[in-house]
């Protein structure tokens, strides 16, 4: 059993730790590619991404991971978890928005940034921090069933999608280029982790 358990958590570690390598690589090409403006508009794009993604759960992660785990043995009690979940996050999104738009308003203040650019960044930020609220409230039922593999799979996407984001930065060194690429690259991370769903209901049905 102990030896079982190093494995589960050797899995686990495994893939954050390379995601933490790519999000570490893809932050040294941002440093080398943008102006300290832009660096600075950088910075404020992604803590607002973050308030947003955070207000966007409130903790209603961490209760689906424990109902989750209650429920391992029940795939369709599991599925209805999820399903419910995504449905009160797409509720809580609009606090969220309220929180990063508000803070967002009054840290812009004193910033140069063209005004054509604020509902472009804005928009990004909000879609953003949605998609990585419904990614982790779907990463809770791997966590729950020990689903390293996919664990593993995902969290080399998310640093896939930061180092991709970051590269694009030489050809076009500008925030919206890092929001575009995270956007596109975080649906298909979702899209991901729903066929992984749907194969974890398949053989817990089976």
């Not at 570490?24 to 300290?36: A, E, G, Y």
Request: with cysteine; charged share 15%; hydrophobic share 55%.
């Amino acid at each position: 059993m102990l030896i079982k358990n190093i494995i589960v958590v050797t899995k686990y570690l495994s893939g954050q730790g390379f995601g933490l390598i790519l999000s570490f690589i893809s932050s040294l090409i941002i440093i080398r590619t943008f102006p300290i403006e832009e660096f600075a508009i950088y910075v404020l794009f992604f803590a607002l991404t973050t308030v947003q993604t955070v207000g966007s759960d409130l903790g209603l992660g961490n209760c689906a991971l424990t109902l989750l785990a209650k429920s391992r043995h029940a795939p369709n009690r599991q599925q209805q978890i999820i399903i419910a979940a995504l449905r009160i996050e797409k509720k809580l999104v609009v606090l969220g928005s309220i929180l990063a738009l508000s803070l967002g308003s009054i840290l812009l203040n004193g910033m140069e940034i063209e005004n054509v650019r604020i509902p472009v960044l804005a928009a990004a930020v909000l879609l953003l921090g949605h998609l990585q609220a419904t990614v982790n409230i779907k990463k809770n039922r791997f966590n729950a069933n020990q689903s390293q593999r996919v664990i593993f799979i995902i969290a080399l996407q998310e640093g896939a999608v930061k180092t991709l984001a970051a590269l694009f930065t030489y050809l076009r060194p500008e925030v919206e280029t890092v929001a575009l690429i995270s956007v596109m690259g975080w649906v298909l991370i979702n899209k991901f982790a729903d066929r992984a769903n749907s194969v974890v209901n398949l053989k817990k049905e089976n």
